[in-house]
């Protein structure tokens, strides 16, 4: 919709109307940076306009406002994202919850944090470890994304091979319904199981059934954990699977499993200069945090289900500083690859013991594709992470790059894989879920998006 088309300049006037002026965006540059998240391969187009909200209440007064006006109200955190869950489709309004960002509560004795939604992941880990409480769940992107978005998408992370994902955190939250009525779901006792588990529903659901505005989460103790690193080089992506297979069949659960290739190994080493081993395949980066003698056990463990698996080397790291500086390499791989051109990322989770043949499919797509795969991974719940890379402005090599994402689906799918462990659906991910969920579950879903939004107000067309 063009910027200066006459529905544009009334749907501004009358937020303008309801806000002060500089929380009301109409800047034409200004709405493009708010049209999509980070998933440029999906549609998107520029929004009517985009409402920054302070206050529950601002959230609650946009939805009603835009309800009346029969527009849809795209939620959406840092821009972080990347399914394509926050983009903006025709004429709709993004509604920020950027500027939300007060942590409400630590309550330490009953170990559990009340914050906005607009918080940054790593600076809520900061607040509630001056109590000694550490909140787990950790995306790559925790220094960026905020946790409302964590919540809408249930996000995971490195640790979550151990400690879960963001839905075994969150105890209750405040959310706006599609009319505009705010309402409080779950609680803040360690069980409960009044009535139907709405919190977790509305986890996951990426703004279609009510927007997360606040959120009580679960902390656990800072103290007690003892990090070792294990990192063991590999020959091909195969070997590394195998090691991956062979110590979740041993029962092992390490605080971290991570997988990167040669390719995000070479890009963030050319980029930030860490020392990386070169000449590998694979790495595989893993950590334990049982202290004592139990942790050292568990370590050699993991070492020596490396070294069977035929991995070229395996060292150990027990030193902060040097773990911190492998894992960097971890979170900074999907930045450094941005640098070699426009990323089109996957998220497929197949059952651990199919990790060896995932790699090898994903290997042979980018063959038959003639396209660059990277390859990074939490590897230690199945959890893939394909990341293919086009060059700029190369229009063929960015439909092939469509081709092998969507080869990469079916083959997850095929695996008895599930076509999302983290991302969320989004709009990249809506064939693969349909196929997934069939026309039974699928007709679920739309009863569920009905009752709650019979108008389709919050974010129509994603996550199903």
């Known amino acids: 919709m063009p910027a200066d088309a006459p529905a544009v300049v009334d749907i501004a006037a009358a937020f303008l109307d309801a806000f002060p002026a500089d929380r009301v965006l109409t800047d034409p540059a ?22 920054l909200a302070e206050t529950t209440e601002d959230v609650a007064a946009v939805v009603r406002l835009a309800a009346a006006h029969g527009l849809s109200v795209v939620p959406r955190g840092a821009g972080t994202g990347l399914s394509g869950g926050a983009n903006a489709l025709e004429g709709a309004v993004v509604l920020s919850l950027e500027r939300m960002t007060r942590v409400l509560e630590v309550n330490a004795a009953e170990r559990y944090v009340v914050t906005e939604a607009g918080v940054i992941n790593d600076d809520l880990r900061r607040v509630v470890a001056e109590h000694g409480l ?15 978005g964590n919540a809408a998408t249930n996000a995971g992370g490195i640790c979550c091979v151990k400690y879960g994902v963001t839905r075994d955190y969150v105890l209750g939250m405040t959310a706006v ?22 919190t977790a529903l509305l986890v996951g659901s990426e703004g279609t059934l009510g ?27 195969e070997d590394a699977g195998a090691a991956v297979a062979a110590i979740t069949a041993a029962g092992i659960i390490p605080s ?5 290739d040669e390719t995000c190994l070479r890009a963030v080493d050319e980029w930030q200069g860490l020392g990386l081993p070169h000449g590998a395949a694979a790495l595989l980066l893993s950590t334990v945090d049982e202290p004592g003698a ?46 070699l051109g426009p990323v089109l990322t996957e998220d497929i989770c197949v059952p651990r013991r199919a990790v060896p043949e995932m790699l090898g499919r994903i290997r042979a797509t980018a063959a038959a594709f003639d396209v660059v795969i990277a390859t990074i991974a939490h590897a230690g719940d199945g ?15 960015k439909a092939r790059a469509k081709e092998a994402f969507d080869r990469i689906v079916e083959d997850c799918r095929a695996l008895g894989g599930t076509v999302t462990g983290e991302h969320g659906v989004g709009l990249l991910k809506l064939p693969g879920a349909r196929a997934e969920l069939g026309e039974r579950v699928l007709a679920m879903h739309r009863d569920i998006k009905n009752a709650l939004d019979p108008r389709g107000t919050l974010n129509p067309g994603k996550a199903f």
């Open 30 to 51: 200004v709405l493009d940076s708010y049209a999509h998240d980070d998933a440029e391969w999906a549609e998107f187009h520029r929004p009517a306009a985009v409402v």
């Open 134 to 148: 550490w909140y787990p769940p950790d995306p790559a992107s925790y220094r960026i994304s905020t946790i409302g």
């Open 177 to 198: 319904l599609a009319d505009g009525e705010v309402v409080r779901l779950g609680r803040r006792t360690a069980k409960g199981a009044t009535g139907y588990d709405l």
């Open 211 to 237: 927007i997360i505005t606040e959120l009580t989460l679960k902390l656990l103790p800072l103290g007690g954990r003892e990090e070792r690193a294990v990192v063991g080089s590999f020959a091909s992506l």
């Open 256 to 260: 971290a499993l991570e997988l990167i």
């Open 294 to 339: 139990v942790g050292v056990e568990r370590a050699a463990s993991l070492a020596a289900h490396m070294v069977d698996a035929g991995a070229l080397a395996v060292a150990q790291a027990a030193a902060a500083e040097e773990v911190d500086r492998l894992f960097l390499a971890r979170r900074l791989a999907y930045p450094a690859l941005e640098r």
């Open 383 to 397: 959890n893939l992470h394909p990341l293919i890379i086009a060059p700029v402005e190369d229009e063929n090599a």
